[in-house]
């Protein structure tokens, strides 16, 4: 079954640290989607990043980076210098289409707090 | 293009009453979709369509109903309003395909008492 796991449900860090936030996602299809939104206090959703699963190229966004691993299954998301604004809560998507049923499947999402 | 708007942005409704949520997007979209978004937690797939007219179930379709007549809107209806239905309501948008970007609306906020 389609399954999309943000085990972290909190983190909080302190202003220009570093922040790793964990996607795990479980699919038997060999062609799916991942995305990353971001859910800000004021409550919309903002997309971040689409992926499909025959790009495991890096990317790299300012300072927002993507490491995407089939082998393992992991689809992670990481700030460098995190700054207050990037306090949100953000999850990890993934999407699919079997046998002409199609599936976008959330995380729970982590919510993260960047201190000043 | 004011991209998906939703109406209203917030609504009270008593048990066993009814009400549909609006969804309206300007971007010539063929996929729309209804999430809901219960506290704490991810979004889940209430219904979808893939163009006029065509309309499926998602994961939590139950208690809820809901149409396609042109391309722009995509109504939600609530039949008998129940407290379990207290949750926040999405609805988004894409181009075509299914895997592509979901461009969602600002979210309508439902409490049943």
């Known amino acids: 079954a389609q399954k999309v796991t943000q085990a972290q449900t909190e983190i909080s860090v302190v202003e220009k640290e570093d922040v790793t936030l964990d996607c795990v996602y479980e699919t038997r299809d060999t062609t799916y989607y991942l995305f990353w939104y971001k859910q800000p206090p004021s409550g919309e959703l903002v997309f971040l990043i689409r992926r499909n699963s025959f790009d495991e190229q890096n990317e790299i966004s300012g300072r927002y980076s993507w490491n995407f691993q089939k082998s393992t299954s992991s689809f992670n998301f990481t700030i460098t210098a995190s700054q207050v604004v990037d306090s949100a809560v953000y999850f990890c998507?993934?999407?699919?289409?079997?046998?002409?049923?199609?599936?976008?499947?959330f995380g729970t999402g982590t919510r993260l707090k960047v201190l000043a | 293009n004011a991209g998906v708007t939703q109406t209203p942005k917030f609504r009270i409704l008593k048990i066993g009453q009814s009400m549909t949520l609006q969804c309206t997007q300007d971007?010539?979209?063929?996929?729309m979709y209804w999430y809901r978004q219960d506290p704490g937690m991810g979004l889940k797939l209430i219904y979808y369509s893939v163009g006029a007219g065509i309309t499926d179930k998602g994961e939590v379709p139950n208690g809820y109903n809901v149409s396609r007549s042109t391309t722009e809107d995509f109504p939600l209806r609530l039949e008998l309003a129940a407290p379990s239905q207290t949750s926040v309501y999405f609805c988004?948008?894409?181009?075509?395909?299914?895997?592509?970007?979901?461009?969602f609306g600002p979210g309508t906020r439902l409490l049943v008492l």
């Open positions: 998507a993934l999407s699919e289409v079997t046998s002409g049923t199609y599936k976008y499947i």
């Open positions: 971007m010539n979209h063929n996929y």
């Open positions: 988004a948008s894409s181009y075509m395909r299914a895997e592509e970007t979901q461009y």
